[in-house]
C-alpha cells in the first residue's frame, strides 16, 4: 500500500497542479487571454475518460496502462507549457492529451485498489479511506509545490515540475503487486463494451443510486471556494479571509480521510452513500449559522469532514457495485462526471454570488436535501431508469 500511496500522490498531485500552473504561465506567455480556453483543455477530456478506461478494463496489464497514462500525461504537459510561448494551439493540443489520460490517473487507479489489498472488506475499507487521503492530500499539497516553485523560480519550471511527477508516478505504478493486474482466481473477467458499462451506471439501482449522488452533490461541493468568498463578503471580512475558510474546508477533508484509514467505514454500501449525503447536507446548513470568521472556519472544517465521508463512501459503492470486467469504465465514469458536475456548480455559483454567503448555502443544502430525497424514493421504488 506505501507504493501504492506513492504512486497515487505523484499522479493525483501532478494532475491538481498543472491547471493551477498552466493558469500561472499563460499570462508571462502573452496567453493572458486564453486561459480560460487552455483550463478547459486540460479539465474537459475527463467526460471521455469512459473511452481510455476501456483501454485499462481490456489490458491483461492494467499497471501497464496506468504506468503508460502518468508517463503520456508528463510528456503531454511538458510538451503543452513549452510551447505555449510560440503556438496556443500547440500548447491546447498538449493539454488536451494531457487531459485525456487524467482520468486514468484518478477513477482508474482507485478501480484497481480492490484487487491490491484483497477480498476482506475491512482491510477493503481502510483502503479506500487512504484513497481517499490520497486526493485531499495531492488536492492541497500539489498547487502548494506549483505555487512555490513558480515564486521561486517560474511558472514554466512549476509546470515541468508536476510533469516530472506525472512521469515519477507512472514508473512507481509498475511496482505495484502483481494482484493489481489479475483476478483473484487467476483469470480476468470478460471486459464489458463501453456502451454497456455507461448503461449500468443508470440500470443497476446501487450504481444509480451512487452516480446520482455523486453528480448532485458534486454540483454544490465544487463552488466551495465560491462559497467562501460569498460567505466573507456576507459578513464584511476582508477577501484574505475566504483562503482561511478553503484551508479549513481541506483540512476537515484530509483529517477525516486520515481517520477513516484507521476506522474505516462499516456497513452496506448503499447505506453508507445516504449518510454521506446526509453528511453533507448537515455541512451546508451549518453554513446558515455562520457569524464570524471563526465560526466560518469551523463550519468550512465540519463540510470538509463531511464531504471527506460521502467520497470514502462513494468509493467503497462504486467496489461494491460495480460487476467484474466493469470495474475501470464504471470508476472512471463516475470520476468524469463529478469533474463535470463541479465545474457546473463553479458556473452556477459565480453567477450568483451576488446574493451571498448565506443564500448560496441554503441553496447548497436544499439541493443536497433534494439528493437524499432521491436516494430515498429510488431505495423504495427499485424501479429501473
Request: proline share 5%; aromatic share 4%; glycine share 12%.
Amino acid at each position: 500500500m506505501v507504493v501504492y500511496f506513492i504512486a497515487a500522490c505523484l499522479l493525483r498531485g501532478a494532475d491538481a497542479a498543472a491547471i493551477i500552473g498552466v493558469v500561472l504561465a499563460a499570462r508571462p506567455a502573452g496567453a493572458g487571454d486564453a486561459t480560460g480556453l487552455l483550463a478547459a483543455c486540460i479539465t474537459l477530456p475527463h467526460l471521455a475518460g469512459p473511452v481510455a478506461a476501456q483501454l485499462l478494463d481490456r489490458a491483461r496489464s492494467k499497471k501497464l496502462v496506468l504506468a503508460g497514462a502518468g508517463l503520456v500525461y508528463g510528456f503531454a504537459l511538458a510538451g503543452a507549457i513549452c510551447l505555449l510561448p510560440i503556438t496556443l494551439a500547440g500548447a491546447a493540443a498538449g493539454l488536451s492529451i494531457a487531459g485525456l489520460a487524467g482520468p486514468l490517473l484518478t477513477g482508474g487507479l482507485s478501480s484497481q485498489l480492490a484487487t491490491i489489498v484483497g477480498t476482506d472488506e475491512l482491510a477493503r475499507r481502510r483502503a479506500q479511506g487512504m484513497d481517499a487521503f490520497t486526493y485531499g492530500v495531492s488536492a492541497t499539497a500539489g498547487p502548494a509545490v506549483i505555487a512555490i516553485v513558480a515564486t521561486a523560480s517560474s511558472p514554466t519550471t512549476a509546470v515541468l515540475t508536476a510533469a516530472g511527477a506525472a512521469v515519477a508516478g507512472g514508473f512507481v505504478v509498475l511496482a505495484l503487486p502483481r494482484a493489481a493486474q489479475q483476478a483473484a482466481d487467476g483469470e480476468a473477467p470478460a471486459p464489458v463494451g463501453l456502451r454497456a458499462a455507461l448503461g449500468m451506471l443508470l440500470q443497476l439501482p446501487g450504481l444509480r443510486r451512487t452516480t446520482i449522488a455523486t453528480a448532485l452533490t458534486a454540483v454544490p461541493l465544487g463552488a466551495v471556494p465560491l462559497l467562501a468568498v460569498g460567505t466573507v463578503d456576507f459578513l464584511d471580512a476582508s477577501t484574505a479571509s475566504s483562503a482561511v475558510l478553503t484551508s479549513a474546508y481541506g483540512a476537515g477533508n484530509l483529517a477525516v480521510s486520515l481517520l477513516l484509514i484507521v476506522l474505516p467505514l462499516r456497513g452496506q454500501a448503499d447505506r453508507l452513500i445516504r449518510w454521506g449525503v446526509i453528511t453533507v447536507a448537515v455541512g451546508f446548513a451549518l453554513g446558515l449559522a455562520i457569524f464570524s470568521v471563526p465560526v466560518g472556519a469551523a463550519a468550512f472544517a465540519l463540510l470538509g469532514v463531511a464531504t471527506g465521508v460521502l467520497f470514502t463512501a462513494s468509493l467503497a459503492a462504486r467496489a461494491a457495485f460495480s460487476p467484474p470486467g466493469a470495474e475501470g469504465q464504471i470508476f472512471v465514469s463516475m470520476a468524469g462526471i463529478k469533474v463535470a458536475c463541479s465545474s457546473v456548480g463553479t458556473a452556477i455559483a459565480g453567477t450568483i454570488l451576488g446574493l451571498g454567503g448565506r443564500t448560496m448555502f441554503a441553496i447548497a443544502a436544499a439541493l443536497t436535501l433534494a439528493t437524499l430525497a432521491y436516494l430515498l424514493l429510488d431505495r423504495r421504488t427499485q424501479a429501473p431508469l
